[in-house]
């Protein structure tokens, strides 16, 4: 079955046709948007699969909705429960605007998971069937991730003008790629925690399902190590923008609830000046050479004592956050910080190191041995790649910069898997629809093998903080990223746009009435009632 198939069951083609444009012409009226464009499932991200079984809507009650789990042990589960606390909160804030137009009446939504006991990662199970029948919408799911997915869905196809969900006979949905993240950057301009748990909210409406925490860099230290406490106490911005190990929990927890996974970023070699403050003769010393035109550059490799204390921070950080993947940067590395210290190039001599790409691939080697020995997995920039290092087989390769099927086609011939962020950083902004030229982008437009193409795992928003604050992050994010994270979930051949620019319509206006500020995607005022009501 292909996954744009919507079939009507029991007819003819030609039934099956005439049926379909009578419920196109229906569906049209029943939207609450006035676009010349219409879809009876208006979702984001778009299905995979799923059929209707009829033209007739059948009313959501939600003045009686109520949630029905099995097993029932999940009714203790912190994230089934709040899941549900999460959609009763979103349904109920609904209230229809019309009269009741259908007989069909549904006031209870069936939970069924299979694996419950099954716990977040990068390859946890979160499909899910949604069907309507009866007098219950039911989902099913192998996780308690899948229910959240299905639940999403539910959500978005209901109609608030007439509280009406289409007559769904099937949906079976699955995530095209594993990972689907999202970049915040909290060392430019400090995020509140109120700030992440919004964007967490945003991106599981999207579903998206990991949150890239590129958390320091050279501006700003605002995680409060246990092992190094002066690192935030003398590089954070000042004592009320930093990350307590509480807070830290509290976001992984949240994140947790909504199906995310926190991937942490400490970037080294490179965009470690604020690290300096803190440890001394841990950086490069070039007078006027180094970052921002200051005397001091990257990490200092020549230094014994700079791996005992990358052992120790890093020890530490696998330990509070659970993800199995950390991200260690490895970007932007300046060499002629290190071509100017006369005494790291004796150092150099003295080692046998010829080049300073030799002595990047040093670095970064013993730092991988580091991470090794702590038995994690890891993500680098593409410059440890690109620049010949000699990395692991298990090295997962983020590519970031231009040329960027190039390569991703040398990454996946060498053998390494590989995460897409080049064409999708949103912290670039164009005038008018520039979410087109995120969704237009296929990441496995690469020349590669079937199997290479196979170490593609996905792809990642980027939304880098030099000029995003708590001021802006959620509307220059939303709905932007929501082409990417279509393009991520859905279908490689779910490409309409002016059906995408329908359903992203509607769609965010449904983030806005969930307390997510989305920017407007359309040049004129959307008119529907989820819109007027809370726009």
């Known amino acids: 079955k292909q996954w744009y198939q919507r079939r009507v069951r029991g007819h003819t083609r030609k039934m099956r046709l005439l049926l379909l444009v009578v419920l196109f012409c229906t569906v049209h009226a029943l939207q609450d948007t006035d676009k010349s464009v219409s879809n009876p499932l208006p979702v984001v991200p778009y299905p995979q699969y799923f059929e209707i079984s009829s033209a007739s809507r059948v009313f959501l009650d939600l003045d009686e909705l109520s949630f029905t789990v099995n097993p029932a042990s999940l009714y203790e589960d912190r994230v089934i429960s709040s899941t549900i606390s999460r959609y009763e909160t979103y349904f109920t804030s609904l209230k229809r605007l019309a009269p009741r137009q259908s007989d069909d009446i549904i006031s209870s939504v069936r939970l069924i998971v299979a694996d419950p006991e099954a716990s977040l990662s990068l390859n946890v199970d979160e499909s899910y069937n949604l069907t309507v029948g009866g007098e219950a919408v039911e989902i099913r799911a192998v996780t308690r991730f899948g229910i959240i997915r299905g639940l999403e869905t539910l959500y978005q196809a209901y109609n608030v003008t007439d509280g009406t969900i289409p007559d769904i006979g099937v949906i079976r949905d699955w995530p095209r790629f594993g990972f689907r993240g999202l970049l915040i950057d909290t060392s430019r301009h400090f995020l509140h925690l109120s700030s992440i748990f919004k964007v967490i909210s945003g991106m599981a409406m999207i579903k998206l399902n990991v949150l890239h925490w590129h958390i320091v860099d050279d501006p700003s230290f605002p ?52 690290w300096g403050k803190a440890l001394a003769n841990f950086l490069t010393y070039c007078p006027g050479k180094g970052t921002f035109g200051g005397d001091y550059g990257p990490i200092d490799p020549s230094k014994e004592h700079v791996y005992q204390l990358l052992e120790k921070l890093f020890s530490e950080i696998v330990r509070v956050f659970p993800s199995e993947m950390i991200h260690l940067g490895g970007d932007e590395v300046p060499f002629n910080c290190w071509k100017a210290n006369p005494d790291l190039v004796a150092w150099m001599k003295q080692k046998g190191i010829v080049g300073f790409d030799k002595l990047e691939n040093y670095y970064e080697n013993r730092l991988l041995d580091i991470i090794h020995g702590l038995n994690h997995s890891y993500v680098v920039w593409e410059e440890i790649f690109t620049n010949k290092l000699q990395i692991r087989p298990d090295t997962i390769v983020h590519v970031w910069k231009g040329n960027w099927e190039t390569t991703m086609a040398k990454v996946v011939k060498g053998g390494f898997r590989t995460i897409l962020s080049s064409p999708w950083y949103l912290n670039y902004i164009t005038f008018s629809r520039d979410w087109k030229k995120y969704y237009e982008v296929e990441p496995l437009n690469i020349t590669a093998t079937t199997e290479e193409k196979k170490l593609v795992i996905g792809g990642e928003a980027c939304m880098w903080g030099e000029f995003v604050d708590n001021s802006n992050v959620l509307s220059r994010t939303f709905p932007r990223a929501s082409a990417v994270a279509e393009r991520l979930w859905s279908h490689e051949k779910q490409r309409d746009e002016p059906d995408m620019e329908f359903r992203l319509d509607k769609h965010r206006c449904g983030m806005c009435a969930r307390g997510i500020p989305a920017e407007t995607v359309v040049s004129t005022q959307s008119t529907g009632e989820l819109c007027l009501r809370f726009l």
């Open 223 to 274: 995680y409060t190590s246990r092992s190094l406490p002066d690192l935030s106490e003398k590089g954070a911005y000042d004592p009320g923008h930093k990350y307590s190990q509480a807070d830290i929990q509290r976001v992984i927890a949240f994140a947790e609830e909504h199906g995310v996974v926190v991937m942490p970023e400490f970037d080294t070699p490179g965009h470690t000046l604020s």
